[in-house]
């Protein structure tokens, strides 16, 4: 009897000592991992209401020392323009395993974000905006979060706000076949400063071609 009971105490330290293996190693590969929730304010505008993006949107995640501005040198590890993707339902992960974040320790960060994502690194992405039949891809927005976050708090929660108008006409006539639609005089390239948060215009003013389509 006691010989039983030596084997099931074994067993069951054994069980346990399994499992805090596992959890550790679960604990050691995530709890440091950054992930984000979003939501996207204002009116709908172009193809994204509320929280509802397409599957595979790219955005670009910036991630900083907390209480300092945005720039070179107050990146945090590999927080510079990192791809985070969506399966459609507002929650981002990495794009791939290089572009994966983890909080630092002992330290708080911020975080800045863009979309759509653009692969050349830099803090000013740019718009063009003189072809109007990807509309998705106007629809440039731009999320902060400077809270000071650290890691086991969840996910890092992203406010989009759309930095674009988007202007639609809509026309009744008998005949509209042929129908062409200019905006007059327009900069149509501009880059945006993620850390002012402000537009600087690229090119000198051009007549842009709308998008123009028929119900």
């Given at each position: ?197 402000q537009w600087a215009q690229v ?13």
């Open positions: 009897m006691r010989k039983n009971w030596l084997y099931l105490l074994g067993c069951v330290a054994l069980m346990f000592s399994s499992c805090r293996k596992e959890t550790d190693l679960i604990s050691k590969n995530t709890s440091n991992q950054v992930y984000f929730s979003s939501k996207i304010a204002g009116l709908p505008q172009t193809r994204v209401q509320g929280t509802q993006w397409s599957a595979h949107d790219a955005i670009g995640i910036f991630m900083f020392q907390n209480g300092v501005a945005l720039d070179e040198t107050s990146i945090i590890n590999k927080g510079f323009n990192q791809p985070y993707t969506t399966n459609g339902n507002g929650n981002f992960s990495p794009q791939n395993e290089q572009a994966s974040l983890e909080f630092p320790v002992g330290s708080k960060v911020s975080f800045v974000a863009y979309y759509p994502y653009q692969e050349q690194g830099t803090l000013t992405p740019s718009l063009h905006i003189a072809n109007q039949e990807n509309q998705a891809l106007l629809d440039f927005m731009v999320a902060r979060n400077t809270t000071g976050l650290t890691s086991g708090q969840g996910p890092v929660a992203l406010s989009f706000d759309r930095q674009m108008t988007k202007v639609e006409l809509k026309i009744k006539g008998s005949d509209l076949n042929g129908l062409r639609v200019h905006f007059m005089a327009l900069p149509s390239i501009a880059s945006f400063n993620l850390s002012s948060g090119n000198t003013n051009t007549d842009i071609p709308a998008r123009v389509s028929q119900n």
